[in-house]
């Protein structure tokens, strides 16, 4: 059976106002479709990196007052989370789909990859596709096209991942909520598989 893809609906959720609202349409719509993702990526993923990947989906569990404006599954190779690693990420916002390789700011990998980061940094620029986005917070929609990530910007990175304790980094491909690869999922699981493909050197490179 092929996996479900995402449908207006389910972007929508992040319109809903107030905490348990949209958490109860999140649980309700979307996180059964992102544990099926999980479990339909986590071999895919085992195959690519050589070691055994497991599926975490997004909880939001530390959430009390304010609704989340984002909601994701994530892969990494320790089976209790994924937080403390670098690791791949599939998840939504109200305006986009992201597949992304992640290390968020609670992982101390972030100076391994900073420093590989300055050394591998024209193989960097050559080798990703000009339309993946780069991002230094996980929260925000917004990012930078690689395209536009000059050698000042990828120092700027790296030295905010060296330096700032909050700092962190995402890079990988945005496909727009009224892109009809959304809904298609078995168009959508081969360009994850892709996507991952292309981002494996950045996870390589970050321990």
């Known amino acids: 059976m092929p996996i479900q893809g995402f449908a207006t609906e389910d972007f929508d959720v992040f319109q809903i106002e107030g905490l348990e609202p949209r958490m109860d349409a999140l649980i309700a719509r979307v996180r059964p479709k992102l ?12 195959a690519l990196t050589g070691e055994e990947m497991f599926a975490h989906v997004a909880k939001h569990a ?33 305006s986009h789909l992201f ?29 990703l596709p000009g339309d993946f986005f780069w991002s230094t917070d996980h929260l925000d929609p917004r990012g930078t096209p690689h395209a536009d990530m000059d050698k000042r910007a990828f120092t700027e990175l790296s030295r905010r991942l060296k330096e700032v304790k909050k700092a962190e980094v995402t890079c990988g491909l945005r496909i727009d909520r009224d892109d009809p690869l959304v809904l298609d999922g078995g168009r959508l699981l081969e360009v994850i598989r892709q996507t991952f493909g292309t981002l494996l050197p950045l996870y390589r490179m970050s321990f």
């Open 99 to 127: 597949i992304v390789f992640a290390i968020i700011y609670e992982s101390a990998n972030k100076v391994i990859f900073a420093e590989a980061l300055d050394r591998n940094m024209p193989d960097i620029q050559a080798g």
């Open 35 to 46: 544990h099926e993702l999980g479990n339909e990526v986590a071999p895919i993923l085992s």
């Open 62 to 94: 530390r959430r009390t007052v304010h609704a989340p404006g984002d909601t994701w599954v994530a892969w990494g190779p320790n089976k209790r989370g994924y937080k403390a690693l670098p690791h791949f990420q599939v998840g939504m916002f109200h």
